[in-house]
Structure formats: structure tokens, C-alpha cells
């Protein structure tokens, strides 16, 4: 029987999976195999668990959590504010305008509260606020309704009420294009503003939804150099290595050819290489689930084109990634 991932790197960082209700029972065997650590894909959103003010809804969360509870795994908590899967109720008053900005600090402080003590000795990592930052331009923050109502201290704010909810807990700003350099340099900006101010902020989440082709090994590189620099912990919170190319819309392919599968394996080699390298800055490496039978990726960006971005194939059996990790492993 083949050798575990997270025994291979035991001595580097965890690895994670993010999970839902489904893949918990259709994956359950290589989930408790390989991973050592959970993330909830989607239940633990606030659409998902805050539908209306006064109505939470747990279920499914709870029932990641006991997975991992069962498995002895890990769990991070993903997310409590983004501008995405979150519920109009939010961000309005009663008159359907815009909320004022003491009401909308007062929902996510009781939403935050409520949240993260439930889950307090179940998620020891929260990634508190994700994707706030501008992809392209000069400006620092995205466009949204938490910037609309309250201005920029929103993100303090969020990253405060999750530290008196749980001092114990790990809180972590995430994002994707993390290794680009523009984006890196105003992650980095915000989070060293936000460690200026004395935000409870304990580490940076790098998404890293990467490619065959993008970033190149010398930005991912560089951007873990970055984000280090700041003194925090890294976690890569949502990896994945797509077939395509971010702009590829093809959907001729209906199975993985050999080149790519190969192209892939020399690609998580080199990551790996240098997640490695950084393993006193990196705690834990978590895939955006786990095996080609769901990903994502298969309705993103063209709905229904199949991708296989992970290290084992449709039927849970290891790929050449896979093989590759092990045969270096084996050789370090
Ligand atoms: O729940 C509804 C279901 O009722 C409906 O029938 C179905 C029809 O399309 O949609 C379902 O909602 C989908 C939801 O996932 C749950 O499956 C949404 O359409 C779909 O857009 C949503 O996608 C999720 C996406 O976040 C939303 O932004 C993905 O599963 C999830 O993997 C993805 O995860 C994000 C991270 O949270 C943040 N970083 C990027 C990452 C990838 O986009």
C-alpha cells in the first residue's frame, strides 16, 4: 500500500483538504489515508450557516466537524467575511438601503461571536477575511459593500471580534494571485498596516489556485519570501494545479493525456521543492479537495470542463504527482 502524504511531510507541515457533506462520505477512505487537516469548502460561509438574522444553520458544518473530530484531524475555519457567498440581510436596514455602519459592526461581532465559539475546540486556524485586496490597479481594496458602509477598518475590526470570540485560535488573511507580484506587494502592505495597528493577525493564507504554466517557481518564491518577512506563519490554504491556462476556455479534453499528467507531476515536484525549502515558515499545505472526482475547477471558468488538479485520479488511485512526491521523498 502506498505511502501517506501526511507522513511524507510530518516533519514539514499538515495537509489539508477542503471537504463537503458529499466528498466526507464518496472520499472518506483517502480523506483518512492522506489528510490531517479539513477545511469546510463552503458550509462554514456566512450565506451557508447565516441565511437570515435571526436563523443559523449548522448542520452541515457541524457534520464536517465531526469528520474531522472522527478522523482525528485538524480543521480550519473558512470564512467569515468576504465579499462572496455572504447574505444581502447583511449589509441592509429595513428599508432595503444600506445599513448604517455601528448596526453592520454589531451583526458581524454577534455573527463572528457565534461562529467561532461554536467551533472554538474543533478549528484551531481561521482564515477571518478573504480576497479584500484589488487584483488589478493601483488601488489597494476591492470594491464592496464592507468598504461601501464602513471604510477600510472593517478588515481590524473583523480580525478584533475573532480574537475575543478566541484568543486561542490562529487568524489568517487569505488570498488568491497571492504570487503575482503586484498582488503580493499590496497583500504584504496591508497585513504589515494591519500588524502596525496591533491587529491580532497571525498569518497570511496563500490560496494558491495555480496552473501548469502560472506563477512561475521564482514569484511563488518570492512571495513566500515576502509574507515571511512579516514574521508570520504561511499556510497554502487551497492549492490546486489546473490543466489550462487561466485564459484556456477548451473543453475538448475528456481525460487527462499523458503529456499534462507528466507536466504535472514535474510541476507539484518543483512546488513541493520549494514549499519544502520554507517549512519553518509553513505550517500547512491544504489541496481545494482532494481527488479529480470533484473540483471546483470542473464549472470554473467554462461550466462543465472537466480539470484534474489534485495528486490522485477520479478513482482515488495515485497519479504521477503523487509518484513523484513519494520517489523525492524517498531520495531527501
Ligand atoms: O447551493 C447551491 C445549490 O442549491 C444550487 O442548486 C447550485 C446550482 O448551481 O448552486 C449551489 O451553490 C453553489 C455553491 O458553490 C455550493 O455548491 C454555487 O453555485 C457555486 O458558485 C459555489 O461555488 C463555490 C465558490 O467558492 C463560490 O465562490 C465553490 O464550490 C467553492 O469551491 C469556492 O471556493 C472558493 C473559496 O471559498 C475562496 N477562494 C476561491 C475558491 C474557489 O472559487
Known amino acids: 500500500s502506498e505511502p501517506r502524504l501526511k507522513e511524507m511531510f510530518a516533519d514539514d507541515f499538515l495537509i489539508g483538504a477542503a471537504v463537503n457533506p458529499r466528498t466526507i462520505e464518496t472520499q ?62 447583511l449589509f441592509e436596514d429595513k428599508n432595503g438601503g444600506l445599513v448604517d455602519k455601528a448596526t453592520l459592526y454589531e451583526r458581524l461581532k454577534s455573527h463572528t461571536d457565534t461562529v467561532v465559539k461554536r467551533y472554538k475546540d474543533d478549528i484551531y486556524a481561521w482564515d477571518v477575511v478573504n480576497e479584500v485586496i484589488a487584483d488589478e490597479g493601483a488601488e489597494l481594496l476591492r470594491p464592496s459593500k464592507w468598504l461601501d458602509i464602513a471604510g477600510p477598518d472593517f478588515i481590524s475590526k473583523a480580525f478584533e471580534y475573532a ?21 503580493r506587494d499590496k497583500i ?50 487551497e492549492l490546486d494545479v489546473s490543466m489550462f491556462r487561466f485564459d484556456d476556455r477548451r473543453k475538448d479534453l475528456t481525460e487527462a493525456p499523458e503529456e499534462l499528467l507528466e507536466a504535472q507531476a514535474k510541476r507539484y515536484e518543483a512546488m513541493f521543492g520549494i514549499l519544502k525549502e520554507y517549512r519553518d515558515y509553513i505550517t500547512s499545505v491544504t489541496f481545494w479537495g482532494a481527488a479529480d472526482d470533484y473540483t471546483w475547477l470542473d464549472n470554473f471558468p467554462v461550466r462543465g470542463r472537466k480539470n484534474w488538479p489534485f495528486l490522485f485520479d477520479e478513482r482515488h488511485q495515485p497519479k504521477p504527482a503523487f509518484h513523484r512526491l513519494v520517489e523525492r521523498a524517498v531520495k531527501a
Open 188 to 237: 504584504y502592505t496591508l497585513v504589515k498596516s494591519l500588524l502596525d495597528q496591533g491587529t491580532p493577525v497571525h498569518g497570511v493564507g496563500l490560496q494558491a489556485h495555480w496552473n501548469l504554466y502560472d506563477p512561475d517557481l521564482d514569484d511563488i518564491r518570492a512571495a513566500i519570501e515576502k509574507y515571511a518577512s512579516l514574521g508570520l506563519q504561511l499556510q497554502l490554504t
Open 163 to 183: 480574537h475575543e470570540a478566541d484568543p486561542s485560535a490562529l487568524l489568517f488573511y487569505n488570498d488568491y494571485n497571492e504570487s503575482h507580484p503586484n498582488k
Open 28 to 89: 472518506e477512505e483517502l480523506l483518512a489515508y492522506h489528510f490531517n487537516s479539513i477545511t469546510a469548502e463552503n458550509e462554514m460561509k456566512f450565506v451557508s450557516v447565516h441565511p437570515a438574522e435571526d436563523t443559523y444553520t449548522f448542520e452541515d458544518a457541524d457534520r464536517l466537524a465531526a469528520f474531522a473530530r472522527k478522523h482525528g484531524m485538524k480543521m480550519r475555519g473558512h470564512t467569515l467575511v468576504w465579499h462572496n457567498q455572504t447574505t444581502d440581510w
